[in-house]
């Protein structure tokens, strides 16, 4: 397959439709994508991936000391089996490296139309940065502006129950408080 189309195939759309949250390995389904490509890839012999790390592919999490462990909330960690882990990495190694060998492969090819695009990106992109540095100051100016007025009220407050606190004692000075 060639490359370029390799790299097209990647960035069409695909539903998957509302599927309920699977376990994920690089943010994949373990079940449903992860291991239907690793038995086929075994199947023809492209990898060798231990049929037992397939057919039991999470696994409980154990401490040094060979006791389970358990996560705060009092519940056992589960993990991938090392062996798929281990060729989810390579893959995700292996795109990373592809996907830089087609970026270098389009620049070598088109440089100048690749340099006018970046040109044409940024300049497209200086808006949204411009609104968004806009944004976020107003934003930071009405928090600074909240918190200080935060501050503000919780001195009055402190002042105020200090003065009533000094007064308790005297009767002349007690603060009258009416509903």
């Not at 231990?50 to 389970?68: F, H, N, S, T």
């Not at 490296?97 to 970046?118: F, Q, S």
């Amino acid at each position: 397959m060639d490359n370029r189309d390799y790299v097209k195939s990647l960035l069409i759309p695909r539903s998957n439709g509302n599927k309920a949250r699977a376990r994920r390995v690089w943010s994949i389904e373990l079940e449903t994508v992860w291991l239907p490509v690793f038995t086929a890839s075994n199947t023809v012999g492209d990898t060798a991936i231990p049929q037992e790390a397939l057919g039991a592919p999470l696994r409980l999490a154990y401490g040094k000391d060979g006791a389970v462990r358990f996560n705060a909330s009092g519940r056992p960690i589960i993990r991938v089996a090392k062996e798929i882990s281990d060729s989810v990495r390579l893959v995700r190694e292996n795109l990373v490296a592809n996907l830089l060998n087609y970026t270098g492969a389009v620049i070598a090819e088109h440089e100048t139309d690749y340099k006018a695009m970046v040109e044409s990106c940024q300049k497209a992109g200086q808006a949204v940065t411009d609104k968004d540095k806009l944004e976020l100051s107003k934003a930071i100016e009405a928090r600074l502006e909240a918190e200080q007025a935060e501050a503000e009220a919780k001195a009055k407050a402190v002042k105020e129950a200090e003065a009533i606190t000094r007064g308790k004692g005297k009767k002349t000075d007690r603060v009258a408080v009416t509903a």
